[in-house]
């Protein structure tokens, strides 16, 4: 039933059949959806709240695992492996597969321990490697002009997009495959959103990216493929302009006029 | 071996030690329960309740003086906290609000409740058992109540704000004054919460024993004299378990066992009371 | 009218609490003056307690209050810390809500129930174990410490709960394991709660007495052991109270009540005004 397009170019992730249940709950938040990825692009997530999106989003680095009692099925394969299997190191995983998530969360910490973090995690110590790979991580997230004078200072100081800036500086420090963006500008100002935004299009050169919004112009803007959920299905998947403009599904075409939301 | 893999070693070995170190607190606090409990019930009989202190090795010897002395000590610091704690709440949340003053003495009452209760027996001996020259219920229960005022005035404090302002607002648009506002709307919305606050505060002072050690003192007999001493479980119990007589020592279990219940129920009934009013 | 009369009232009770507390301190100074002027510094400084020679030195039952509590604060902390840890980061919710009902339970008890506990069953197997009397510096810190870690271990519970999920799950997400983002992220951010928490527990334990009282040993000497019997303020107080029979005698009792309640304000002050500030009400 759902239109899913087939995608010509490598996939960075593949979900298939995969099924989703929380704790205690008698059906499924996410039934059988198939959904493949396309690498070094961006995908976006829309969908009436509760359809089901960040707990997808949620499922690629295994998030969910953090509350004890949920139960996954079906597949989603990363670099030829089925990632859901039990016995997945999830802290490999992570590395591999970075998230940003609703709020700026700078930890209570310097700015360049903030970055270092995941590097350290990884074992580096050598400060020369350190210093080196914080800096890059911070340019590539267009903030060291702003913070490379005050890097010792406590992160709490930043203003709400320049943590957030800082949080993908620290998400990409350690050279990710995938980054999951959940909702990244839903606290932040207009032009903090802008800033965002314009960083999350220059990022696809060297991750793949999915992000999930609630603003449909924000997926309209930045994202190549636009997936649309409703009830915990994947309704349709398809290239964004196409998706917008020309909708194969009559549910996509209600929700993206604006006739329930 | 990697960083990762030492990373994930420290982890099984800190969390390790967190379980162990639950697992000892448990250990030790289920101890102290079981004692409580075999001790206790092997201890309980109906001579307790029939008869009053004896001296050791007679078999007519129970706790009825201090059970009924305890219920008069409660009951009376009841009588004169609750009503003092519950208005001093009042004028906090209704007429002090944010003011320095009503921050000052909700500070200052906050400190009064984490206090060494060993003191207010101390200065309640000095205002009251030394100009009248003897040990008194009266001493005992105002000692009580001074501990008991600052828990029922947080509590009171905390459940009155809770009660939402478009409330008195509407009673206000009806030409009330603010005394029967406050009465007939705002304590009502705050019935359960200043309850269990209540109860919470009766069972605090009711395991008290250090106030009650110079104030109200201790008597082996059935009294209801407020101008005497009075024999109260904490105090009987600890005097009976310092001896050296084992059937007191039993009877001084018996005391610790009856009183645990009694606080423990209160706690029960407060927290039921408070749960069942947030369903509503 | 009526509506003046009830504000009045609840006007007068409130400020009842603070002509109590300023009311304590003035009674307990006057009657402490007369050791203050007999012994001046000394009675904070010299050991010797005679009352046969009408000589007062509160300086063993200071040092018995600071040892006690130190010594259980040892014990205590890390276990208490331990045990918030496992309460808010590893304990599944049935476990989480056994121990809720277990540290209800706890707090139901009296704390002379913990010194009869104390003197009954844990004095006898340090007596075996390291011989000489049971009672004395390590039975009465370690009932000290018992008595005060169920408090301890759910008001530090308290303070790391306050970590934001969101912080957690962003350290997760770099593949952070939980000691990781416990010691990095819980710890660091909670850190004043934490430590205030800890301090308001201590200063709970100074004033404790009736959990100590049986196992202490009420012996007015400074202790050459951990194992020696010794005193604390509040154990000095409640064995001697009613036997003083000189003025002197009740007025240097007066005295180290006052210390005791000055002690406590102090460790409770710092835990509630420096620590606990921002978490304490919205």
Redesign the interface.
């Known amino acids: 039933m759902a239109s899913i397009i087939d995608i010509k170019t490598e996939c960075a992730l593949h979900v298939r059949d995969f099924e989703f249940t929380y704790k205690g709950a008698t059906a499924p938040s996410l039934k059988k959806v198939t959904m493949p990825i396309a690498k070094h692009s961006i995908t976006a997530l829309i969908g009436p709240s509760g359809c089901g999106k960040t707990t997808l989003l949620r499922s690629f680095n295994r998030m969910h695992d953090l509350y004890p009692g949920n139960t996954y099925a079906g597949e989603i394969s990363f670099e030829g492996r089925n990632i859901l299997d039990p016995k997945e190191d999830l802290i490999h995983l992570r590395t591999k597969i970075g998230m940003i998530f609703q709020k700026p969360t700078a930890f209570p910490m310097s700015i360049f321990d903030n970055v270092a973090y995941g590097l350290r995690l990884q074992g580096i110590k050598n400060k020369t490697e350190l210093e080196g790979r914080v800096e890059k991580a911070l340019e590539d997230a267009a903030i060291w002009k702003e913070v490379k004078d005050r890097l010792k200072h406590d992160a709490n100081g930043l203003s709400g997009g320049q943590q957030q800036r800082l949080c993908i500086a620290r998400a990409i420090a350690v050279e990710p495959e995938v980054l999951l963006f959940d909702e990244p500008t839903s606290a932040l100002d207009p032009i903090s959103t802008q800033g965002i935004e314009r960083l999350v299009i220059e990022l696809k050169e060297k991750v793949s990216i999915i992000i999930v919004t609630h603003n449909m112009q924000q997926a309209a803007r930045v994202s190549d493929y636009t997936g649309f959920m409703y009830l915990g299905e994947l309704i349709e998947l398809g290239e964004t302009e196409n998706l917008f403009v020309t909708p194969k599904e009559k549910l996509t075409q209600e929700y993206i006029t604006g006739k329930f939301g | 071996m990697?960083?990762?893999q030492?990373?994930?070693i420290?982890?099984r070995i800190?969390?390790g030690?967190?379980?162990?170190?639950?697992i000892?607190?448990?250990a030790?606090?289920?101890?102290?329960?079981a004692?409580?409990v075999m001790k206790g019930v092997n201890a309980l009989n109906w001579n307790i309740f029939i008869f009053e202190g004896a001296p050791p090795g007679y078999a007519e010897s129970g706790l009825k003086h201090a059970l009924v002395g305890q219920l008069i000590l409660v009951g009376l610091a009841t009588g004169i906290g609750v009503?003092?704690?519950i208005?001093?709440g009042?004028?906090?949340s209704?007429?002090?609000k944010n003011s320095k003053l009503?921050h000052?003495?909700?500070?200052?009452?906050?400190?009064?409740m984490?206090?060494?209760?060993?003191?207010?027996?101390?200065?309640v001996?000095?205002?009251i058992v030394m100009p009248m020259g003897h040990f008194s219920a009266w001493a005992g229960a105002i000692a009580l109540a001074?501990i008991m005022?600052?828990i029922i005035?947080r509590t009171t404090d905390d459940m009155l704000q809770l009660v939402p302002q478009t409330l008195r607002e509407a009673a206000f648009a009806l030409g009330a004054?603010?005394?029967k506002v406050?009465?007939s709307v705002v304590y009502r919305g705050a019935k359960a919460g200043i309850l269990t606050g209540v109860l919470l505060g009766i069972?605090r002072v009711?395991?008290?024993?250090?106030p009650l050690?110079?104030t109200s003192?201790n008597d082996n007999f059935f009294t209801t004299d407020l101008n005497e001493a009075m024999p109260s479980l904490?105090v009987t119990?600890?005097n009976y378990?310092?001896s050296p007589y084992e059937d007191w020592?039993q009877l001084?279990?018996a005391a610790?066992f009856i009183?645990?219940l009694f606080?423990?129920g209160l706690?029960i009934v407060g927290?039921l009371i408070l749960f069942a009013g947030k369903r509503k | 009218m009526i509506d003046k009369l009830f504000f009045n009232f609840t006007r007068f009770s409130a400020f009842l609490i603070l002509v109590i507390v300023a009311w304590i301190f003035v009674v307990l100074f006057n009657h402490s003056l007369e050791a203050m002027h007999a012994f001046g510094l000394d009675f904070i400084t010299q050991d010797q307690w005679a009352p046969n020679l009408n000589k007062f030195g509160a300086y063993a039952a200071i040092l018995g209050s600071v040892l006690s509590t130190t010594l259980a604060m040892i014990l205590a902390v890390p276990v208490a810390i331990g045990v918030a840890i496992f309460l808010s980061e590893i304990a599944h919710d049935k476990i989480k809500s056994f121990f809720g009902i277990s540290v209800e339970l706890l707090a139901a008890i009296p704390s002379v129930i913990y010194g009869m506990w104390g003197l009954f069953y844990f004095v006898p197997i340090i007596r075996d174990v390291f011989g000489g009397m049971g009672i004395g510096l390590l039975a009465a810190g370690i009932v000290l410490a018992i008595m005060i870690l169920p408090f301890m271990a759910a008001v530090t519970r308290d303070a790391m709960n306050t970590t934001p999920d969101i912080l957690k799950e962003s350290a997760y997400a770099l593949g952070g394991t939980q000691w990781d983002v416990i010691k990095d992220v819980i710890i660091p951010y909670a850190k004043a709660g934490i430590i205030g928490s800890l301090i308001l527990a201590l200063g709970r334990a100074i004033g404790e007495t009736m959990a100590v009282t049986f196992v202490m040993g009420n012996v007015h000497k400074v202790p050459t052991s951990i194992l020696s019997p010794m005193t604390s303020i509040p154990v000095t107080l409640a064995n001697e109270f009613t036997e003083a029979d000189s003025s002197l005698y009740f007025s240097s009792l007066f005295g180290l009540a006052l210390t005791l309640l000055v002690m406590s304000f102090i460790v409770i002050a710092i835990a509630k005004f420096y620590f606990l500030r921002k978490t304490r009400r919205a």
């Open positions: 990697t960083a990762v030492k990373r994930i420290m982890n800190a969390l030690f967190s379980t162990l170190s639950a000892i607190a448990l030790f606090l289920f101890w102290i329960l004692v409580l009503p003092l704690g208005l001093a009042t004028y906090l209704e007429y002090g009503a000052t003495i909700r500070d200052i009452s906050d400190i009064m984490s206090s060494p209760s060993i003191v207010i027996g101390a200065f001996y000095a205002i001074i005022i600052p005035l004054p603010k005394y406050i009465l069972a009711a395991g008290e024993t250090a050690l110079f003192f904490t119990m600890f378990a310092i020592q001084g279990w610790a009183l645990s606080i423990l706690n927290r």
